[in-house]
């Protein structure tokens, strides 16, 4: 591997329509084309260099302080962004929500009003409570990164997922994605559907019919997994969420019902991704032999993720 030695003034900055961007990340469906295209370039210019030896990384805020405030387990989000952060050279705080005061009856506003007062210039927050960080947000100068709210979205994800499509095709409109598996209880899905179809790409979700979404907009269809996968460019599995909900019979022989399974593989188009959110499970929404495939790029995503969060990071701390 090239290490490139760079100094300060050889490191890109973050373009003008970026900085000029709100200071929270909490649902792309308020944001244009245009500014997610802003955060994708900045996440490609991190992602070319993850691995070079830069001096130091630029600043927009002197020494930011972020805190990780998750309510929920998470291992790829959290440390893909508590990474993303000390390549910037912020200092990261990490909450214990067991052991904190929320386990005492304290609001997540007092929680976040409390950092705030303390000096901390960005919470990042995973929680299962819907809509509370579009209530709070308003409220606190602290700047909000959403890591997960309810089944509502997940927007570092989905940009992730939209930069490791983007450097395979080269585009995203006009590509058929398949997103398969647990559709309603997934908030990753959500923000997937809503990102992609902003940019003209052609959905199909497929899965159990109790995880279906009641109803669908634009160009987005319902339908069985095989003629999901038939034609898609990109197939997206989805984890099991047995956490949000009692598996009965769903899970027995969900591999070959839903999963991504040796056959189904085989009927993928030439040049098609595989992709998944992870943790996945293998044998289950995807079999063990293929996660690891030439054309997966589910350790891709894990690395873009921390180029992405790079660049959301950077657009929260903006001066």
Not at 64 to 74: A, D, R
Not at 157 to 181: K, N, P, S
Request: with cysteine; glycine share 6%; aromatic share 6%.
């Amino acid at each position: 591997m090239t290490v490139i030695v760079r100094s300060d003034s050889d490191v890109a900055t973050p373009s003008e329509l970026t900085k000029k961007m709100r200071k929270d990340l909490i649902l792309l469906k308020d944001y244009s084309v245009e500014e997610i295209d802003s955060i994708l370039d900045r996440g490609d210019f991190w992602a070319d260099n993850l691995n070079s030896k830069i001096s130091s990384a630029p600043r927009t805020v002197a020494n930011p302080v972020v805190v990780n405030l998750f309510f929920e387990p998470s291992t790829r989000t959290r440390f893909s962004f508590e990474l993303a952060a000390r390549k910037l050279g912020y200092h990261v705080l990490n909450f214990d929500a067991k052991s904190s005061s929320t386990a005492k009856g304290e609001t997540l506003y007092d929680t976040l009003r409390t950092f705030e007062a303390m000096g901390v210039d960005t919470a990042i927050i995973r929680t299962s409570e819907e809509g509370i960080l579009q209530e709070i947000a308003p409220q606190v100068n602290v700047s909000l990164i959403n890591a997960g709210a309810g089944a509502n979205e997940h927007p570092s994800q989905a940009l992730l997922d939209l930069l490791t499509i983007r450097q395979e095709f080269g585009r995203i409109e006009g590509l058929q994605v398949a997103i398969i598996g647990d559709v309603k209880h997934s908030r990753v899905a959500n923000s997937n559907v809503i990102a992609l179809s902003k940019y003209g790409a052609s959905i199909r979700l497929a899965g159990p019919e109790q995880w279906m979404p009641a109803q669908v907009e634009g160009d987005v269809q319902i339908t069985s997994v095989d003629d999901a996968i038939q034609g898609a460019d990109v197939v997206m599995m989805l984890r099991v969420q047995n956490e949000r909900h009692a598996l009965t019979n769903t899970i027995d022989n969900y591999l070959e019902s839903y999963g991504l399974s040796k056959t189904r593989y085989a009927a993928m188009k030439e040049g098609a991704i595989i992709m998944h959110p992870a943790p996945f499970n293998r044998g289950i929404e995807i079999d063990g032999d293929l996660v690891e495939k030439p054309n997966s790029r589910i350790y891709t995503q894990v690395s873009n993720g921390v180029a992405i969060r790079m660049a959301v990071l950077e657009l929260c701390n903006k001066a």
